[in-house]
Every structure is written in C-alpha cells, then in structure tokens.
C-alpha cells in the first residue's frame, strides 16, 4: 500500500541563543532566535519526519502556505 503525506504540525517560537547557536550561527549570547519544530504525517497518521531549525533573528524569515 502506498502512502501520501498527510498533515504537518509546526510549532514556532521565538528564543534567545545558546551556545549552539552563537557556534554555528555567528550570534551574540542572548540574541534572539527563531524556532521552528515540525512533525510530519502520512495519511495514515504515522509521523515520519522530524526537523527543527534555528534562524537568527536578523538573517531569515519563515513562510507558511498551505496548498
């Protein structure tokens, strides 16, 4: 049986920079970030996607659309 993606559950928040961050993002300690943790579904309702990603708060933006 062939599955098709079903749904997608994003959280988005905003927090300030760890030390993970000032690494790998080149920001100050305290800095705001931009958080965005999703979960993927297949229409079965098994995830199979899991992603979080970290933005400066200066050096990105995020869309969302749904289609």
């Known amino acids: 049986m ?3 993606i079903g749904k ?3 959280i988005i928040s ?3 920079s760890d030390a993970y961050d ?3 993002l080149n ?3 305290g800095d705001a970030i931009l958080s965005v943790r ?3 579904y297949l229409d079965n309702g ?4 899991y992603s ?3 933005n400066r708060y200066d050096k990105g933006s995020v869309t969302i659309s749904n289609v």
Do not use: G, I, N, S
Not at 46 to 49: A, K, M, N, Q
């Open 27 to 29: 920001c100050d300690p």
């Open 2 to 4: 062939k599955h098709q």
């Open 46 to 49: 098994v995830p199979f996607e």
């Open 52 to 54: 979080e990603t970290r």
């Open 38 to 40: 999703q979960t993927v």
């Open 22 to 24: 000032e690494l790998y």
């Open 8 to 10: 997608a559950t994003r």
């Open 14 to 16: 905003a927090d300030k």
